[in-house]
Each structure stands twice: as C-alpha cells, then as structure tokens.
C-alpha cells in the first residue's frame, strides 16, 4: 500500500518591518526653506548606512526626522513598522525611548556620575528595575572594552573613552536603530577609527546603525551611503541610484 504524506505548507512569517521607511518626505522651515525635498528611504533591519553630504544639504534635517524629534511636513515615516504621523507626542516620545539609541559629536554624558550611571541612564524610562539597569549597563560598557572604567566620571576620561560610553548608553536598551551624528567629528583620527571600528563590530552583531557625516572618507568605508544635496537623494549605493 502506498501512502503518502503531506508536509503542510510553512506557516507564512511576514518579513519584520523595515526599520525606517521614508516616503516623499519634506521639511520646511519657517521663511520658506525646504531643507528636505522628497526623500525616499527604506533602511532594512542591520544595515550599517552613512548619510552623507556638505554642510546645509539637510543631513541635521534628516536625522531629526528619522530620530522622531521632529515631523515631516509632509510625507510619511515610519520606526519599526509604526507610523509616526498616528502617534500623540507622548507616545511618539515612547517609540524613540524603545527604538531609538543617539550618539552626537559632544558626546552629552551627564557630568559628575560615573560611566556606570551614565549608561544606565539609557534605561530610565524602560521600567526596568534599578539593579537590572545597573546589570545592562555594565554589560554594554564590557562590550565597548570600557569594563574597567565603570565608575570613571566623563572628565577622567579621554575623548575617544566618552564616546564609547555614549556609544554604551545608545545601545543598552537594543534599540531597533543606532543613529549617529557626526560621532567622530570631536575626537583625533586615532580615536575616531576607533570609535568607527566599534560601530562596524556593533554592526556584525545585529545592530542597524546610521551614520551622519560630511567626513567622504568615513563614509567611503561604510557598506551603504545616501548621499543627500539640497534636501534631495543624489545617491544611494543600495538602491544603484546615482547622481543626475
Ligand atoms: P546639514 O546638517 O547638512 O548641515 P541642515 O539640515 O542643518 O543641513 O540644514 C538644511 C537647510 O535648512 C539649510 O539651508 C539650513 O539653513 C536650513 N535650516 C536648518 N534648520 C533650520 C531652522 N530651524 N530654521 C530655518 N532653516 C533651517
């Protein structure tokens, strides 16, 4: 007797999100300037991506944007499969908190605490139990090789050192998107590929990361760069896009 069997179909997973998505996106400011032009963007889930291009082309613009510190004009965005535009500030507030770690050129470490407390400082709006903040936080400061200088405070240590630190508390929560701005544009080029060199090892462990930056060598090493002029996208290397 011959019987066969039947293997049901694999349930269908939808892919995840993607963890940015952009649609003709503008930005105007008050007197008329249009600091972003119809922005298309689609960052997939651990992408490592430069937005690159001179000063004034857009690129603060962008990342407040993409930060949910500000809202588009027009133009939709979305975090994690979340629309923005459908959110009260209170609650986009929350979806930053959860899905967002920054890191800016100043570094903004709070002075007069150690890198311990600075960290889990990243969790305080997580609900997370004191002790277990504290937990997290020295776990992110070993993975950035600062795991002896926990109760360092910000001026006992070197540029390159708070940095890490930011980088720490920008990734203590596992956020959906790291965002970086400009984060070497304050440190010597020694500690500024270092700093890089971190954010690539972040990278290979599964953290999408987005770096701001008019530094072209930085970005050259980057696997994606958007290339924005005057609020525009003049190229993007994932899509094949190039320059008009
Ligand atoms: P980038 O970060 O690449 O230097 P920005 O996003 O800061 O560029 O600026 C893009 C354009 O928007 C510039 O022409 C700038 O002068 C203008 N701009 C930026 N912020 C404001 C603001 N708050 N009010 C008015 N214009 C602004």
Same mark, same amino acid.
């Given at each position: 007797?011959? @019987?066969?069997? @039947? @293997? /049901?179909? /694999? ?30 963007? +689609? ?23 993409? &930060?949910?510190?500000? =809202?588009?004009? @027009? ?5 994690? &499969?979340? *629309?923005?535009?459908?959110?009260? *500030? ?73 940095? =890490? ?10 956020? *959906? ?19 890089? *060199? ?15 930056? +008019? ?7 980057? /696997?994606?760069?958007? =290339? ?17």
């Amino acid at each position: 007797m011959i @019987t066969t069997t @039947t @293997t /049901p179909p /694999p349930a269908a997973t939808p892919p995840p999100p993607a963890v940015v998505r952009l649609r003709e996106v503008t930005k105007e400011y008050a007197g008329g300037v249009r600091a972003l032009d119809g922005i298309d963007l +689609h960052v997939g889930r651990g992408q490592l991506l430069g937005i690159v291009g001179p000063s004034g082309s857009g690129k603060s613009t962008l990342l407040h944007v993409v &930060g949910t510190l500000d =809202r588009p004009t @027009t133009g939709t965005v979305e975090i994690a &499969g979340h *629309d923005v535009a459908a959110l009260a *500030d209170r609650e986009v507030s929350a979806l930053r908190a959860r899905h967002i770690g920054f890191v800016f050129q100043a570094f903004h470490l709070v002075p007069g605490i150690g890198a311990l407390e600075n960290v889990a400082e990243g969790l305080l709006y997580s609900g997370l139990p004191r002790a277990l903040r504290r937990r997290m936080a020295a776990d992110a400061l070993t993975r950035v090789g600062l795991a002896d200088r926990m109760k360092h405070r910000p001026h006992e240590l070197s540029g390159g050192q708070k940095q =890490r630190v930011a980088i720490a508390r920008a990734v203590v929560g596992d956020p *959906d998107l790291l965002l970086a701005d400009e984060p070497t544009g304050a440190l010597d080029s020694k500690s500024g590929q270092a700093v890089m *060199d971190l954010l690539h090892e972040l990278n290979a462990q599964g953290t999408t990361i987005a770096v701001i930056t +008019h530094d072209t060598q930085i970005a050259e090493r980057l /696997p994606r760069q958007v =290339r924005i002029r005057d609020g525009r996208i003049a190229a993007d290397t994932a899509t094949g896009k190039a320059a008009a």
